[in-house]
Each structure stands twice: as structure tokens, then as C-alpha cells.
């Protein structure tokens, strides 16, 4: 049996060595039972209306989702078991469905699922999802409001997913490390968890927090909390404490603006 694989699209990948931060989250976790932050899921249900406008606070994750692709079928491509069925996504807080729609229009797709704590933010999802025959075809993508503490551990591993993606999931937990240890047993054995993130560096301090939320306002002041951002090295080190996460990968994606997402060391 393969060992399962990790990795992730870091963006603004450039990182100060003399940052220095614990994986586990400065604030208390507010309940033990969960990773969600109610303040969160309140900022995102203020969003839900917004989440299909390509010049909305949403544009740059509308950009990147083709980048996702391409990272994931370049993971895939290296050897790996082999696959005899469509491959099953599960993608936790999906939000209104931009990667879960065009993960589950793709042919060699055979279900996905797709969970969010938001309301809100399903309904929108759920809604846009009709406009495409293919999406409502029975099996093709199912919507879950529940976060990943309440999604059921599968008994079997042909039950568990090929592809589990995280896509700015992980800097708006209260507790990160709990809540991968939650997201980790969902994965097939062999198959990717692949996460999306910010580092936490001064330079994604000035485009996040005070460009984008201060200055052109871009999305809401209080989207991101820069000190729950983390850096390459931390991720890394997390998940090679992890018996059998053996093949981790990385890379970094900046944004230019007029030249869209950029691949950068």
C-alpha cells in the first residue's frame, strides 16, 4: 500500500527566517468539539452574494483555479496506484463552489463532495450549480452544510477520496493542527490532501491585510488575520511528524497584477 501524499499551493512564498511561530493557533480554541470560528462564518456569509462576481471579492480565487488544476494533474501524473474508477474529491469549505463546479465537470471525476459550515454560502453554491446539466446529473457533486468534525469517517477505504482539497480553509481555523488531524483519515491511502494557504511574511502583510483590505479594498477589512498565515517550513514540518505523508510538495504562486498568477520558487 502506497503511502498517502500531501501538499499544497503556498501563495507569497517568500518567508524572513527571523519570523519564528508555533503551529497551533495564538487564540483559544472556542469550543473542542470544532474548528470553526463563528466570527468567520459570519464574515462569509456577508459574502455569499458575491461569490460568482469575477470582479468581486472572490476574482483572485476565480484566477487561481485553474493553477489548482494544473497542480493537481502534475501530482497526479507522477506514479501512483493505479485508478480504475473516476476519482472522488471531497473539498472542505468549498464556499460557493468554484472548485468544486469544475472538479466535478471534469471526466475523469466520478463524485464529489462538497462541505461548508455556512448556510449562506451553500445556498448561493447549490443555486448556481443548477444552471449546469452536468452538475445535476445524480452522483456528480453533492453539497453538505457541515464542517469536517461532522462529516462521517468512512469505514472502508474505497470509501475515503482520492483528492481532498483545502483551498483558504486553513488560515481561518481557530485550531489548525486539530483540525488536519480531523481532515487526514478522509484521504485515501495513496491519494492527495492538497492545501492553498498564505505565508506569513511582511510582504503578505502589505498586499492582504493593507493593500487589499485598506487601500483598493478589495475584499471586506477583516478577511484575513495575518498572524494565523503560515510558512512553508511550518506546514512541512507538521506533516513529517505524520506516520506515512512521505511525498510532500510544494509551490509557490504570487499574484501580478495584468499578468494574473504567477509561479515563483
Known sequence: MQSTKSLWLLRDCRTFPKIVRHFQTTKPHRDPHT??????????NALASTWWDPHGPSRLLHLMNPLRH????????APSRNQERGLRYLD?????????????????????????????????????SRRDPILMEPGRLSYQNVSIEGLKIPDKDEERYDVVTL????EHVTNPSAFLDQVLPHVHPGGWLILSTIARTWTSWLTTKFIAEDVIR????????????????????????????T??????????????????P
Do not use: Q
Request: net charge negative.
Open 218 to 245: 478589495l475584499v471586506p477589512k477583516g478577511t484575513h488575520e495575518w498572524e494565523k498565515f503560515i510558512n512553508e517550513p511550518e506546514m512541512r514540518a507538521w506533516f513529517t511528524r505524520r506516520n506515512g505523508w
Open 70 to 77: 494544473d497542480f493537481i494533474g502534475s501530482c497526479r501524473a
Open 92 to 128: 472542505i469549505g468549498c464556499g460557493g463552489g468554484i472548485f468544486a463546479e469544475s472538479a466535478a465537470r471534469l471526466a475523469t471525476t466520478a463524485h464529489v463532495t462538497a462541505i461548508d459550515p455556512s448556510s449562506e454560502v451553500l445556498d448561493i453554491a447549490k443555486y448556481h
Open 35 to 44: 474548528s470553526i470560528d463563528p466570527s468567520e462564518v459570519t464574515h462569509f
Open 167 to 170: 483551498f483558504e480553509v486553513i
Open 247 to 264: 511525498d510532500i510538495r510544494s509551490m509557490g504562486v504570487v499574484y501580478i497584477p495584468g499578468l494574473g498568477w504567477k509561479e515563483v
